[in-house]
């Protein structure tokens, strides 16, 4: 068992005249030594960059996310500190791009951009043409990594008077029979900053993935994330995310449900407070027959911090025989706090097991705060304890130990002074 760290450099960040300009696209990636293929890669970026507009709260996926008056490029590139640490069976590989340039050129050069086109979206071209905190995870036919692989990207030290940017890009690339669990750690300061990611999940037949994203990031970051994954036959592709910090949290999450017996979860919780602003869109697309997921979203909003969900399962012709659930639930712990939900199912086929979906936006459940309330708990800390509960089928559904014990103090921690009136 090989054991392996990573140690990226973290700088001052800098601004080119025209950072997400093709010219200057092109001079960073040749003075990174980057090999042509990507060079044209990051240049087609460049392009889709100069060629796509902002998004509108017109577009559906946008209509309570307004961004249009956003200028990415007049964010200053922030050098990153990348950390990966794995203790990987021979052949795996969990590190840098950069360095699987020269041991791992077309695994790299096969999959990445081939789930995600740069073409997507003005966020998506950002990072395909200045992604600046790339990592891989390589997993060869029937390997297994035991531990899990931990990915730690910070961004410290942005400047509080000087907006920033940092672009993390995920590539896993699960060849037949293999399985790991990841664990994505984002975290900044308190100074303004800005995270458009992408990540790229490819899981072959008979593959397990559980990925998890845990978003500690500052008072004043913003997250742009575009998630996507393609799973083969009796795939298994499990993906968490934890939305603590930040300002705002947006994250688009998709499973493209190829082959025969594939199954993808999506299973996260967002805790807001002051004008903190969560929106999650999820997209099943059942393709193959057979197949099957869910979906389990749960916030809890104190201050007139702000939950969106949108999500849609859906079934193709050729999907005969699959089964889909999608749940959302919300919790408003002050009266200024709120929460849109709209889960969507679109369904052309006849021939499903079940396809169910079902929302929920109220208060904290009043019997269950007289009763704790009655045991001797004030109110703020019944209230802390319940919603800890609320979030703890979630964590549990995570393979991942010590978690449940961390989300639980995350939630006291926070709630120890949220605006709960």
């Known amino acids: ?61 946008w209509r309570y996310t307004d961004v249009s008056s956003l200028a990415i490029e007049d964010h200053a590139l922030h050098p990153p500190a990348l950390r990966v640490e794995a203790d990987l069976p021979p052949g795996a590989y969990a590190g840098t791009i950069a360095e699987a340039l020269d041991s791992r050129a077309e695994v790299v050069r096969s999959h990445l951009g081939s789930l995600v086109a740069s073409t997507e979206g003005r966020f998506v071209a950002a990072n395909a043409a200045r992604w600046n905190a790339g990592v891989l995870v390589h997993l060869p036919r029937g390997s297994a990594v035991e531990r899990p692989i931990v990915v730690e990207v910070t961004a410290a030290d942005v400047p509080a008077g000087a907006p920033s940017a940092l672009l993390p890009r995920i590539l896993v690339v699960a060849e037949e029979r293999s399985e ?36 500690g990031w500052g008072a004043q970051t913003r997250e742009f994330t575009t998630l996507r994954a393609r799973l083969g036959r009796s795939a298994t592709l499990e993906v968490a995310t934890l939305a603590i910090g930040g300002r705002l949290v947006k994250q688009t999450l998709e499973s493209l449900l190829e082959g025969e017996g594939a199954h993808s979860e999506f299973r996260g919780v967002a805790l807001g407070d002051g004008d903190q602003h969560f929106d999650f869109v999820t997209l099943q697309d059942h393709l193959g027959p057979r197949t099957t997921s869910n ?103 995570i393979p991942l130990e010590g978690l449940g014990d961390e989300l639980a103090a995350a939630v006291h921690a926070k709630l120890a002074s949220a605006d709960l009136s």
Not at 182 to 206: M, T
Not at 340 to 348: A, F, G, M
């Open 180 to 215: 790991a669990t990841i664990v994505v750690r984002l975290r900044s300061g308190d100074g303004p900053l800005l995270v458009p990611a992408v990540a790229e999940i490819s899981c072959a037949d008979h593959a397990l993935v559980r990925l998890l994203l845990d978003g």
């Open 295 to 397: 979906v389990e979203i749960k916030a809890a909003l104190a201050g007139s911090s702000r939950s969106v969900y949108y999500g849609i399962t859906r079934v193709e012709e050729t999907a005969a025989g699959a089964a889909a659930e999608q749940e959302n639930r919300n919790l408003l712990l002050s009266r200024h706090a709120k929460a849109d939900s709209d889960p969507v199912l679109e369904i052309l086929t006849s021939e499903v097991i079940r396809c169910g979906h079902g929302a929920t936006v109220g208060p904290v459940d009043q019997e269950a705060l007289f009763y704790l309330q009655s045991r001797g708990l004030d109110e703020r800390t019944a209230l802390q304890f319940l919603v800890a509960g609320f979030f703890d089928p979630v964590a549990r559904r």
């Open 1 to 61: 068992m090989a054991k392996g760290e990573l140690q990226g450099i973290s700088g001052q960040a800098t601004l080119a005249a025209d950072p997400y300009g093709e010219r200057d696209v092109v001079h960073a990636a040749r003075g990174d030594s980057e090999p042509p293929w990507l060079i044209d890669r990051r240049a087609e970026g460049a392009r889709a960059f100069a060629a796509t507009a902002m998004p509108t709260p017109a577009l559906r996926p």
